[in-house]
């Protein structure tokens, strides 16, 4: 269902922290506006067979630890539909790249070797670009593409 942002009022969108429940959704907002990320495309290799798989399972493995982690997770939803998604880091809350042993085991099996390293690598130069450790960071972001430009 798609829906006209133009024909709608703003009171009807609604931004709230996301549950559990809306994680696959959100999933979902995130892999359709990174598909053709360009920073991404290279880290999962774009040109290589199953880089649809490995940016699905990179995506799913970063909400998964945005939420063991509990870092805040937000949603934008028109009525039910989920509009758009953004995640932050809190500072001085430990989520940082070198993250939980667990986490990097999961996007090695489910990005590879490689994509993980790159991905692990990407993180550490932005954290090391924060003017201050104490301020929160916007990790990912995205608005579904149906609705960006609106």
């Avoid at 991404?40 to 199953?50: K, N, P, T, W, Y």
């Avoid at 924060?130 to 960071?137: E, F, G, Q």
């Amino acid at each position: 269902m798609s829906v006209n942002l133009h024909s709608i009022s703003a009171e009807k969108i609604t931004a709230s922290y996301l549950s559990p429940d809306d994680l696959n959704a959100a999933a979902s907002v995130l892999y359709a506006a990174y598909h053709d990320d360009a920073v991404l495309s290279v880290i999962f290799d774009q040109a290589r067979e199953g880089f649809e798989s490995r940016l699905r399972q990179a995506l799913k493995q970063e909400l998964t630890a945005f939420w063991d982690c509990q870092q805040v997770i937000l949603g934008l939803y028109y009525e039910s539909r989920l509009l758009a998604v953004a995640c932050l880091c809190l500072p001085d809350a430990g989520f940082t790249p070198a993250r939980l042993w667990n986490w990097r085991f999961k996007m090695m099996l489910t990005a590879g070797l490689a994509g993980t390293r790159q991905f692990v690598d990407k993180e550490t130069q932005v954290f090391s670009a924060l003017p201050d450790p104490s301020c929160h960071m916007i990790s990912l972001i995205a608005v579904h593409p149906e609705y960006q430009h609106q």
